[in-house]
């Protein structure tokens, strides 16, 4: 069964700080692996997807890099603005469907 | 590109009563998704459609709830007989599907309360 696990559950970082966020996945074969923030009562946003291991790609202060059994999302200076919830999600080539599996995510803080 | 859109964004009902949310998708996809969200979890996904034809449901979705998508733009989900446990966000994705890898783009979603 696909899984997805990220890590930690909750992230306080002062501005600033730069940190990692995990994300664990267990798929029968990767079609693609997707990186979207969250705000409080509101819709996912998309960030990234990424395909293939050793696939980078970034976005402002943030960077999704992808192995064969995690990807990270790498943030470099954090701004309180940056403060959601991070959700990482996988689309397994085995899928009929085509459904995306979420994580429960990370939530993030950055102090200013 | 208006993006996503659903409505109501809130809704609070009593027990027993039914409720019908609506999404309407980015208007060149051909591909949207229902998912449901509760606190402190990832979205689950419920159903999707390509054009008009529902392709997939959840074990989650049971026979209370239903979808459509009539002339393959916007959905609408429908929760007859609503219970406490169907409190959550829903959340609509579309994306463009033709080969490979697609992108879902999220709506605002609809929070549910049933008391």
């Known amino acids: 069964e696909d899984q997805v696990t990220q890590s930690p559950e909750a992230l306080r970082l002062q501005e600033g700080e730069s940190s990692s966020l995990n994300c664990s996945y267990t798929v029968s074969g990767l079609r693609g692996l997707f990186w979207y923030r969250q705000d409080p009562g509101k819709g996912p946003e998309f960030l990234f997807t990424?395909?293939?291991a050793g696939e980078e790609k970034e976005k402002e202060r943030l960077k999704a890099t992808l192995t064969k059994k995690e990807s990270f999302l790498h943030i470099t200076a954090p701004k309180p603005e940056d403060s959601a919830t991070y959700l990482c999600a996988v689309q397994d080539l085995m899928n009929r469907d085509d459904k995306i599996i979420f994580g429960k995510g990370t939530r993030l803080h950055i102090l200013p | 590109d208006t993006g996503v859109s659903q409505d109501p964004r809130h809704k609070i009902t009593k027990r027993g009563q039914n409720v019908t949310f609506r999404c309407d998708p980015i208007s060149e996809h051909n591909r949207l998704y229902w998912y449901r969200q509760t606190l402190g979890q990832g979205p689950e996904f419920l159903t999707y459609?390509?054009?008009?034809?529902?392709?997939?449901k959840s074990r989650l979705l049971s026979d209370r709830f239903s979808a459509e998508r009539p002339k393959g733009s916007f959905s609408t989900l429908e929760i007859q007989r609503t219970e406490q446990g169907d409190s959550a966000m829903y959340l609509c994705?579309?994306?463009?599907?033709?080969?490979?890898?697609?992108?879902?783009?999220f709506g605002p979603g609809t929070r549910l309360l049933v008391l």
């Open positions: 990424l395909y293939s």
């Open positions: 459609f390509q054009n008009e034809a529902q392709l997939e």
């Open positions: 994705a579309s994306s463009f599907a033709l080969a490979g890898v697609e992108t879902q783009y």
